[in-house]
Each structure stands twice: as structure tokens, then as C-alpha cells.
């Protein structure tokens, strides 16, 4: 055997190994590994590509596998075919391309555009929640707000996914719609979706967002300027934070108890107040409707405007949710964000905004120069999957499976962890905990993370430059109940290791947090 091929028999199944995993077919990872191969320059212009035969041996896939991921870069043009040769790397492609890089490798530095010197704003400086990527292939994935495949209704969207690519809803949803959503998924919205929450709404007091995400982005572009005032709960949501920091710099932290936010002097200073009612977030608790009440009879006396995120308002544990805000609103001083990513499947990033129509108009033409729609194909898949009853009976699923998880996570952590102090709710997907004040969670998160567990710490869902560091958020949405008790025993594990003395757990009515 040559030195090339014995090289060859080495480097690909290396190289492959990088291209391995997730939703694509093989034939797709062969290509992406043959096309990166090409021009990363591992193969020359000009040098020959290794047999079918061999590459097939090489990375223990069939011959036909190969062939077909082959002919694609060969209709590309990326390769080309020589009679009675071979395979080889196109010159005239890959040259230009391995050129081009060779000349911006050359460049000198003091020709090069300073970025930083341009930005307006430095958006990757704020403080984000963080994901690990690879938190599926960890054994104890207490992560909040992720996909779980053991509970997602696979053959239901499947079948509401075909029926979206069937002829007459192809012609539906393929045409651009400029700045239209789908009937469809309006349709639904307002004949199921918030008559459930206790809101009536005129179909142009809807718009279809990429997620509540979005919503908040065009919400704070649309109605912040640079002397604007805005409260958020402290603790609060870290992605509408930051929004409004883009904006303003007057973001009001807003104190919160074991009864969401509280009606303190500071919220006559403001023209806007973003609050979590259903399950705040991140401590899940849930605003009672006396406290709504009031939180509306300030909103009219003061002047200012609430944005409410119904977060997770379906996973209630209780049988009972307490109405919307929006539900109470006779003054049209709330602002509603729904959303059908947090429950089916965050990946879908479907929200949707209710306004009074006026203002509608005005979000719907700013998301038309921001992505002019969301796509129609997912909007219509969602359509039928709520007309369908898909979505009711999924919601009553999860709130099962959440119920059981919930309770298995909190009996697992006064077992092995009485040093963490979950706050008493009654739904969403996620336990917000307190440990003693000494407690490091961010060094406490970092070392569970070794061993596979991975939780949140809280300090990210602060506002201000010295955040507690003594909270965490302890998500059920993703791990197996079977899986709960282990985890719960290495997070004691550890936690005994941060703190020879543990303080003692203790519970105050209307505690504070922070």
C-alpha cells in the first residue's frame, strides 16, 4: 500500500469523526466532510480524491453512500471527473478560493477595518444565560427550557407537517406574504389560544413573532428611546433585560417575593413595566389576581404601560390558573406576549404579540424590515397542530410529566441537599433555589458539570454589576424522572463540599429575593 493511501486511511476517518451526529443522513456528512476537505486545502488542486472503494473502507460506510455524496460536489463543480483517472479537486474552483484566503492572511494589520472602533453597540458584553452545548449527552440535564424527545408529540407534528406541504396548503404558505401572517395560525390565536387566557381580541390586534424573544426585541425598538424609564423584575428575565439596555439606561430593578412583583414606590417612576404574572421568571412563583389587581390600578394612576410575558402559563400544576392580565385590562394598558415555543418545542421560535391595533400596525412594518415574516410553513404546521386538539392534549401530557418531575426533584433535594431552599410554586419547568449566602453557584455549577450534571446559576437573572451568587435555577424539563435522585445526590455531593456548614433552610412568608 502507498504512503498516500495509508495517509488517506488515517486522516478520514479522523476528519469524519468531526462531521458525525445530528438530524443529517450520512450521505449529508460525507459531503460537508468532503466539501470542508476541499476547501480547508487538505486536498490540493488538482490531486486526485481516494476511491469510493477505499473511502467507503476507511470510514466503514457502504460504496453506495459514498458515490451518491460524490456525484453531489461533482454537480457542484467542486470536483471534476477525468476518463479512466478519477476524481480530482476542481483547480479553477478550489484555486480561487485557497487564493482568496491566502491573500487575506497576507494583508497587514493596519489595513484592516477596526471593528470595535465602529460598533454602536456591543451586544456580546452583556450578560446572557449559557447553554452548554452538549447538555443531551450529559446523564443529569436539570437545564432549563430544552427539548425532550420522550415527551414531544413526534407522530402529531409530523402529521400537521405533512399536511403543509400538501398542494393547495403549499400554495398557501410558499408565496412571499410580505408583512401578512398565516390565517390559519391567527385564526387559531384568536378563536382558542387566548379565550383560554381569559382575552377577547380583534384578528388585528395579533402578529405572529419568532418567539416571545422577538416580540420584546420589536417592543423595545418601537417604544424606547434613550431617557425612557423601564422596570423589569429583579430577578428578572435576562433576554428582555438586555433589549431594553440596548435602548435605554434606565432599566428600574424591581424587587420580587414569593408573590411576584412588588407594588413598590419605585414603579410610578416608569413609562413601561415588564412582568412574568403566570410563573415569573426564573422564580416560578405566581402573581395572585388581588395583586394583579392592584398592579393594573397603579399602571392607571401612574401612567405607565405593562408588558406582560405570560411565561408558561399553561404548565399549572393546580388545576386552576389564575386569569391573564391582559384578561383584567379595561384601559388597554397591557401589552400581551404569548408563546408556542416554551411548551412544544422551543427550536419552533412561534410567539405572537396582542396590542391595540395601532400599534400592531406599527411592529408589523418594523418586522418587515427585520425579516418581513415568520416562516409560513412552521405557522400552518402550528395551525393544524392546535385545530387539531394536538396542542390541549399535549399541555395536559406535560403537565403530568412536570408534576411528577417536580415533586421527585424536590423530595430528592431535602434529601440529599437540605441546604438549598426551592421557593414553593405550583407549575412551570424549572425549581428556583437559594443556598446559604457564602455559596458560590457559578464555581458550585462549573464543578457539577464534570460529572455531568448541569443546572444554572442565578446571577445572570440580576440586575446591576454585583448580582447574588447564591440562587440557582434547577430545570425538570429535560431529565427523566428515573434519572432525578442520582443527580440530586452528586448536586448534595457537592454542595456539602462548598460549605463544611451548610446554613440552615428557613422559610419567610412574602420573601424577598436577592
Same mark, same amino acid.
Given at each position: 500500500?502507498?504512503?498516500?493511501?495509508?495517509?488517506?486511511?488515517?486522516?478520514?476517518?479522523?476528519?469524519?469523526?468531526?462531521?458525525?451526529?445530528?438530524?443529517?443522513?450520512?450521505?449529508?456528512?460525507?459531503?460537508?466532510?468532503?466539501?470542508?476537505?476541499?476547501?480547508?486545502?487538505?486536498?490540493?488542486?488538482?490531486?486526485?480524491?481516494?476511491?469510493?472503494?477505499?473511502?467507503?473502507?476507511?470510514?466503514?460506510?457502504?460504496?453506495?453512500?459514498?458515490?451518491?455524496?460524490?456525484?453531489?460536489?461533482?454537480?457542484?463543480?467542486?470536483?471534476?471527473?477525468?476518463?479512466?483517472?478519477?476524481?480530482?479537486?476542481?483547480?479553477?474552483?478550489?484555486?480561487?478560493?485557497?487564493?482568496?484566503?491566502?491573500?487575506?492572511?497576507?494583508?497587514?494589520?493596519?489595513?484592516?477595518?477596526?471593528?470595535?472602533?465602529?460598533?454602536?453597540?456591543?451586544?456580546?458584553?452583556?450578560?446572557?444565560?449559557?447553554?452548554?452545548?452538549?447538555?443531551?449527552?450529559?446523564?443529569?440535564?436539570?437545564?432549563?427550557?430544552?427539548?425532550?424527545?420522550?415527551?414531544?408529540?413526534?407522530?402529531?407534528?409530523?402529521?400537521?407537517?405533512?399536511?403543509?406541504?400538501?398542494?393547495?396548503?403549499?400554495?398557501?404558505?410558499?408565496?412571499?406574504?410580505?408583512?401578512?401572517?398565516?390565517?390559519?395560525?391567527?385564526?387559531?390565536?384568536?378563536?382558542?389560544?387566548?379565550?383560554?387566557?381569559?382575552?377577547?381580541?380583534?384578528?388585528?390586534?395579533?402578529?405572529?413573532?419568532?418567539?416571545?424573544?422577538?416580540?420584546?426585541?420589536?417592543?423595545?425598538?418601537?417604544?424606547?428611546?434613550?431617557?425612557?424609564?423601564?422596570?423589569?423584575?429583579?430577578?428578572?428575565?435576562?433576554?428582555?433585560?438586555?433589549?431594553?439596555?440596548?435602548?435605554?439606561?434606565?432599566?428600574?430593578?424591581?424587587?420580587?417575593?414569593?408573590?411576584?412583583?412588588?407594588?413598590?414606590?419605585?414603579?410610578?417612576?416608569?413609562?413601561?413595566?415588564?412582568?412574568?404574572?403566570?410563573?415569573?421568571?426564573?422564580?416560578?412563583?405566581?402573581?395572585?389576581?388581588?395583586?394583579?389587581?392592584?398592579?393594573?390600578?397603579?399602571?392607571?394612576?401612574?401612567?405607565?404601560?405593562?408588558?406582560?410575558?405570560?411565561?408558561?402559563?399553561?404548565?399549572?400544576?393546580?388545576?386552576?390558573?389564575?386569569?391573564?392580565?391582559?384578561?383584567?385590562?379595561?384601559?388597554?394598558?397591557?401589552?400581551?406576549?404569548?408563546?408556542?415555543?416554551?411548551?412544544?418545542?422551543?427550536?419552533?421560535?412561534?410567539?405572537?404579540?396582542?396590542?391595540?391595533?395601532?400599534?400592531?400596525?406599527?411592529?408589523?412594518?418594523?418586522?418587515?424590515?427585520?425579516?418581513?415574516?415568520?416562516?409560513?410553513?412552521?405557522?400552518?404546521?402550528?395551525?393544524?397542530?392546535?385545530?387539531?386538539?394536538?396542542?390541549?392534549?399535549? !399541555?395536559? @401530557?406535560?403537565?403530568?410529566?412536570? +408534576?411528577?418531575?417536580?415533586?421527585? *426533584? $424536590? #423530595? &430528592?433535594?431535602?434529601?440529599? =441537599? %437540605?441546604?438549598?431552599?426551592?421557593?414553593?410554586?405550583?407549575?412551570?419547568?424549572?425549581?428556583?433555589?437559594?443556598?446559604?449566602?457564602?455559596?458560590?453557584?457559578?464555581?458550585?455549577?462549573?464543578?457539577?458539570?464534570?460529572?455531568?450534571?448541569?443546572?444554572?446559576?442565578?446571577?445572570?437573572?440580576?440586575?446591576?454589576?454585583?448580582?447574588?451568587?447564591?440562587?440557582?435555577?434547577?430545570?425538570?424539563?429535560?431529565?427523566? !424522572?428515573? @434519572?432525578?435522585?442520582?443527580?440530586? +445526590?452528586?448536586?448534595?455531593?457537592? *454542595? $456539602? #463540599? &462548598?460549605?463544611?456548614?451548610? =446554613? %440552615?433552610?428557613?422559610?419567610?412568608?412574602?420573601?424577598?429575593?436577592?
Amino acid at each position: 500500500m502507498s504512503r498516500r493511501a495509508r495517509t488517506s486511511e488515517l486522516m478520514w476517518p479522523r476528519l469524519f469523526r468531526r462531521f458525525e451526529g445530528g438530524a443529517r443522513t450520512l450521505q449529508v456528512q460525507l459531503r460537508d466532510m468532503l466539501m470542508h476537505a476541499v476547501m480547508e486545502g487538505f486536498i490540493s488542486p488538482g490531486q486526485p480524491l481516494p476511491s469510493s472503494r477505499l473511502l467507503a473502507q476507511a470510514l466503514g460506510i457502504s460504496r453506495t453512500t459514498v458515490t451518491l455524496a460524490m456525484q453531489a460536489l461533482l454537480d457542484k463543480g467542486v470536483i471534476v471527473a477525468r476518463p479512466r483517472s478519477g476524481l480530482f479537486v476542481g483547480e479553477q474552483l478550489a484555486a480561487t478560493y485557497l487564493g482568496a484566503r491566502l491573500r487575506a492572511d497576507a494583508e497587514p494589520a493596519a489595513d484592516r477595518v477596526r471593528w470595535p472602533d465602529r460598533l454602536k453597540l456591543r451586544p456580546s458584553a452583556q450578560r446572557n444565560i449559557e447553554k452548554p452545548s452538549d447538555w443531551q449527552q450529559q446523564p443529569y440535564p436539570f437545564i432549563y427550557g430544552q427539548y425532550d424527545a420522550s415527551l414531544f408529540p413526534a407522530a402529531d407534528w409530523r402529521e400537521c407537517a405533512l399536511e403543509s406541504l400538501q398542494g393547495r396548503a403549499l400554495r398557501r404558505w410558499a408565496p412571499d406574504h410580505i408583512d401578512r401572517d398565516d390565517d390559519a395560525l391567527i385564526d387559531q390565536i384568536h378563536r382558542r389560544l387566548l379565550p383560554a387566557r381569559g382575552i377577547w381580541a380583534e384578528r388585528d390586534e395579533i402578529l405572529v413573532t419568532a418567539g416571545a424573544q422577538q416580540a420584546t426585541y420589536l417592543l423595545s425598538t418601537l417604544l424606547l428611546g434613550p431617557a425612557t424609564v423601564v422596570g423589569i423584575e429583579n430577578p428578572g428575565f435576562p433576554d428582555a433585560r438586555n433589549n431594553f439596555l440596548l435602548r435605554t439606561r434606565h432599566v428600574r430593578a424591581l424587587r420580587v417575593d414569593d408573590q411576584g412583583l412588588v407594588m413598590g414606590a419605585n414603579l410610578s417612576e416608569c413609562r413601561y413595566v415588564f412582568v412574568t404574572p403566570s410563573h415569573q421568571c426564573p422564580t416560578t412563583v405566581t402573581m395572585p389576581l388581588q395583586r394583579r389587581l392592584e398592579l393594573l390600578a397603579r399602571a392607571a394612576r401612574d401612567d405607565f404601560v405593562v408588558i406582560e410575558d405570560d411565561h408558561e402559563s399553561e404548565l399549572n400544576f393546580s388545576g386552576q390558573p389564575t386569569p391573564a392580565l391582559k384578561s383584567l385590562d379595561t384601559q388597554a394598558r397591557v401589552i400581551y406576549i404569548g408563546s408556542l415555543s416554551k411548551t412544544l418545542a422551543h427550536g419552533l421560535r412561534l410567539g405572537y404579540v396582542v396590542a391595540p391595533a395601532e400599534l400592531i400596525r406599527e411592529l408589523r412594518a418594523l418586522r418587515r424590515l427585520v425579516m418581513r415574516h415568520v416562516a409560513t410553513n412552521n405557522q400552518q404546521a402550528a395551525a393544524s397542530f392546535i385545530g387539531h386538539g394536538h396542542q390541549e392534549a399535549f !399541555v395536559r @401530557r406535560l403537565n403530568i410529566a412536570y +408534576r411528577d418531575r417536580a415533586q421527585a *426533584l $424536590r #423530595a &430528592a433535594l431535602a434529601r440529599h =441537599a %437540605p441546604g438549598l431552599v426551592p421557593v414553593p410554586a405550583h407549575g412551570g419547568s424549572a425549581l428556583w433555589v437559594s443556598a446559604a449566602k457564602g455559596i458560590d453557584t457559578r464555581a458550585l455549577a462549573a464543578r457539577l458539570y464534570r460529572q455531568g450534571v448541569v443546572v444554572e446559576p442565578g446571577d445572570v437573572f440580576f440586575h446591576g454589576t454585583r448580582p447574588p451568587r447564591h440562587h440557582l435555577r434547577i430545570g425538570y424539563s429535560s431529565i427523566a !424522572v428515573d @434519572r432525578i435522585e442520582a443527580g440530586a +445526590r452528586i448536586i448534595g455531593l457537592e *454542595l $456539602r #463540599a &462548598a460549605a463544611r456548614a451548610p =446554613a %440552615p433552610a428557613t422559610t419567610m412568608a412574602h420573601a424577598q429575593f436577592g
